[in-house]
C-alpha cells in the first residue's frame, strides 16, 4: 500500500502567504502593530482596532504553552505517526504559534518548556515550523 502525501498548509489570506514564504525562507515572521506595539501571529487587524501592521522577524524561541498527544489518526496521510504532538508555543514576542514538539519523546514534553524552532521540509515540498527543546 502507497503511503498518502500530507497535506500542505493552505494558503487564504495575504497575511497567510506572507507568513508561509517567511517560513519557506527560513524566517518566522510575526506582525506587530504600529500604533500599540502589540506582536501577533499574522492578522489582517490589531486587537485595539489599527489595521497598520509591520512584519517583523521572530527570534523563533519560546516556551511551550500546552499542548495534547494525539493516539488516533484523524487523516490517511499520518497513519504511521501515531501518537504524535500538537502543541501551542509562547513565543518570546509574545504570539501563539500552533505546532509540534520534535526532538524529545511526547513524555518528555512540559507546559513551560523552552523549545527553539526548527524547520523541517516535509516529502510534498512543504517547509513547517517545528520545535525542539533548548
Not at 111 to 127: H, L, S
Request: some cysteine; hydrophobic content about 35%; proline content about 7%.
Amino acid at each position: 500500500m502507497k503511503a498518502r502525501q500530507k497535506p500542505k498548509p493552505l494558503i487564504i489570506t495575504e497575511a497567510d502567504r506572507v507568513f508561509w514564504n517567511g517560513i519557506a525562507q527560513r524566517k518566522l515572521l510575526i506582525t506587530r502593530c504600529r500604533s500599540c506595539g502589540q506582536t501577533s501571529h499574522p492578522r489582517v487587524m490589531c486587537s485595539c482596532n489599527d489595521p497598520q501592521l509591520e512584519w517583523q522577524e521572530a527570534a523563533g524561541s519560546g516556551c511551550v504553552y500546552t499542548f495534547i498527544v494525539y493516539h488516533r489518526v484523524y487523516h490517511p496521510a499520518f497513519s504511521g505517526e501515531t501518537p504524535y504532538n500538537v502543541a501551542w508555543v509562547q513565543l518570546n514576542e509574545g504570539p501563539l504559534l500552533l505546532t509540534n514538539i520534535i526532538g524529545c519523546g511526547n513524555n518528555d514534553i512540559r507546559i513551560g518548556m523552552p523549545v527553539r524552532i526548527v524547520y523541517v521540509e516535509e516529502a510534498n515540498g512543504a517547509v513547517l515550523p517545528k520545535f525542539e527543546p533548548v
